[in-house]
């Protein structure tokens, strides 16, 4: 697993309402991220307490947004009361109907940004940091900056002066990789990710292997996918049975594995049914909460705006060619709601986008056609 100051590249797909960033080193993509507009990590609000719970020692503070309050932690110290406005940031994402965590630490918010909140709306939003400027913080050794748009480019040049626009790796097919929860081994063997509200479960097969292989391999491979998919809270790994004392010598090498990802990483030992207990710390919604419904099922969201970035790139290969989108009632009723995100896609199209439904298609088959005039 490359150590986080070996990130040489991050690759910028731009798409209406939704753009996927990866992060490579040594050529592999080892880290997904997905911005929206909704995302709030690392957003700066003006908030004001609208309770105190003095059992958890924490305030809940309304910001702005027309969310779950967000949770700050530590009520007593600060003498919190109701009411009481509070410069906070967002430090963890809602997540499974919790608000988001929050710090009273303002990260990288401009010394400008926070005096103005004296004059500020109670409760509001203050200022939201750009993705690529909080990956490039994070990943100072980053070397260079690929985009596939280029408005995209002239945004990323405000963090990135060496930019550039060019070709990247097939992204949406990175993502659904990510997303399947079946990851094939060298071997022949295979890992199954099953992620629950309680915690995520690793079976390692070693398939028609050997099983000394498919351990090995699975090592390196559980400290990727869970960086990749942005695992967070309890794993339990069940490795491929072999002579006494595999287990722990498994747990030893996973503890190796996973000492580079950048998010604190923790491997426990191994319990009394043999499973290898690790944890990852929460910080950002897992892949698959971001794009997905219940059993990794894409969400109508999720494909109508994959449904634009796909139609744009078509675009880009016949720039004169008036094409339209054939989908799926859910997804059609889905893109309806995605108004700004249409918005600008027409306006990149520079005519109206041809869209029809076809009650007989599969909700993730998406179809590009030459729309009649």
Known sequence: MPAPSDISEIQWSW??????????????????????????????????????????????????????????????????????????????????????????????????ILEAAASARIPSPLWRPHVLETLLAAHPGARRVV????????????????????????????????????????????????????????????????????NREAVAEIARQSRLRGLGGQIVVDFVSGPKGTPYRMAAALKKAVAADPTPTHVFGVSPLGLVEMSRERRGIPLADVLCRRSLVASADSLALTALRRVLAEAGLRPAARLG???????????????????????????????????ARDRDDIVIEDART
Request: glycine share 10%.
């Open 15 to 112: 798409g209406p309402g939704q753009s996927v960033l990866a992060l490579l080193a040594g050529g592999r993509i080892v880290e997904l991220a997905i911005e929206r507009p909704d995302r709030l990590l690392g957003t700066v609000c003006l908030g004001r307490v609208s309770a105190v719970d003095r059992s958890l020692d924490a305030a809940f503070i309304q910001l702005g947004l027309g969310e779950t309050p967000g949770f700050l932690p530590g009520a007593k110290a600060r003498g919190l009361n109701d009411g009481q406005s509070l410069v906070v940031r967002v430090i963890a994402e809602a997540r499974a109907g919790k608000g988001p965590k929050l710090s009273t630490d303002p990260g990288g918010c401009p010394a400008s």
């Open 147 to 214: 985009v596939n748009d280029a408005a995209a480019l002239a945004e990323a040049r405000r963090f990135f002066p060496d930019a550039a626009q060019a070709p990247l790796s097939d992204l949406d097919e990175a993502v659904e990789a990510a997303l399947n929860p079946v990851v094939a081994l060298p071997s022949g063997g295979r890992l199954v990710i099953e992620s629950t509200a309680a915690l995520t479960a690793i079976d390692v097969d070693s398939g028609a292997g050997r099983p000394a292989d498919a």
């Open 325 to 359: 989108l054939v989908l799926a009632p859910e997804v059609f009723a889905a893109l309806a709601r995605q108004g700004e995100a249409l918005a600008e896609t027409e306006r990149r199209l520079g005519r109206p986008l041809a869209l029809r439904q076809d009650a």
